[in-house]
């Protein structure tokens, strides 16, 4: 059930032309299993409201830095952080923009 709702919210979304973040996020999320619904969970709580976790994370992909990180100790020890994300300014607004409406809009429905 909440996978065909988020089905529908995809859809609605990307409709809008913002297959931007399923271009630029989803493919690496999935092939390293690390889930954009927790990170997204975990850097909301971090960064508190919208344009904080915006402005934050547009930061972060182009600076990850080891301290910066929302990521747990445990997760850094393991893994390290992510390489630079090289991506235009539009796209990574496009790209965040989907990113928060999409697990925003599917908190609601849960
Ligand atoms: C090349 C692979 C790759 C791509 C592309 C990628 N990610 Fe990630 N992402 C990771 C990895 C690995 C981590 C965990 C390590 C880290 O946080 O630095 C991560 C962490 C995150 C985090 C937690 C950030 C933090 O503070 O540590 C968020 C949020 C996130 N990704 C969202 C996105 C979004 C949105 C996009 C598209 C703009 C994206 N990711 C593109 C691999 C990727």
Redesign the pocket.
């Known amino acids: 059930m909440k996978k065909t709702i988020l089905a529908l919210v995809l859809c609605g979304v990307f409709a809008h032309g913002e297959g931007s ?1 399923a271009r ?2 989803i493919p ?2 999935r092939q ?1 299993n ?1 889930s ?1 619904q927790k ?2 969970m ?2 909301l709580l971090v960064y508190g409201g919208e344009e904080n976790m915006k402005a934050g ?1 547009a930061y ?2 182009r600076n ?1 830095r080891l301290g ?4 747990d100790e445990d997760f850094l020890q393991k ?1 390290g ?3 630079p ?1 090289k ?1 235009s300014p539009k796209i ?1 607004d496009e ?2 923009e989907a ?1 928060w409406q999409i697990y925003t809009v599917r908190g609601k429905l849960q």
Do not use: G, Q, T, W
Request: proline share 3%.
């Open positions: 973040f630029e996020c690496c999320h390293k690390i954009l990170v997204f975990d850097a994370l972060y992909f990850p910066s990180s929302v990521m893994n952080i992510k390489e994300i991506l990574m790209a965040l990113y």
